[in-house]
Nanobody, 121 residues
Framework: QVQLVESGGGSVQAGGSLRLSCEASGLTLSGEYVAWFRQAPGKEREYVARASGSGLNKYYVDSVKGRFTISRDNAKNAVYLQMNSLKPEDTAVYYC??????????????WGRGTQVTVSS
């Protein structure tokens, strides 16, 4: 049984930082695309960042470029999202996804349950 478990969410003030983690079991992430998405109340699930199987190629939505960094540790079977200079508009539930491609959430096969990030002004 495949499980992705996110952690690291919380409440911070604008300008603060958080580091999200996603640990996988039942699935080897090495060689698979992994991604982070987010969903704010009343909004569609939004692509945030993705990394190729090797981790060499990383892509971001424009709104987080220069502030967020996706990384992966294939030895630990984990993916991370370092979020700096957080803004209130970053407030959302953040989801880890694996085995998919691109920016459309429906292309990803496996999902975590999400972790809440709240940024206050």
């Amino acid at each position: 049984q495949v499980q992705l478990v996110e952690s690291g969410g919380g409440s911070v003030q604008a300008g603060g930082s958080l580091r999200l983690s996603c640990e996988a079991s039942g699935l080897t992430l090495s060689g698979e695309y992994v991604a982070w998405f987010r969903q704010a109340p009343g909004k569609e699930r939004e692509y945030v960042a993705r990394a190729s199987g090797s981790g060499l190629n990383k892509y971001y939505v424009d709104s987080v470029k220069g502030r967020f960094t996706i990384s992966r540790d294939n030895a630990k079977n984990a993916v991370y999202l370092q979020m700096n200079s957080l803004k209130p508009e970053d407030t959302a539930v953040y989801y880890c996804a694996a085995v998919g491609f691109g920016v459309v959430w429906t292309t990803y096969k496996y999902w975590g349950r999400g972790t809440q990030v709240t940024v206050s002004s």
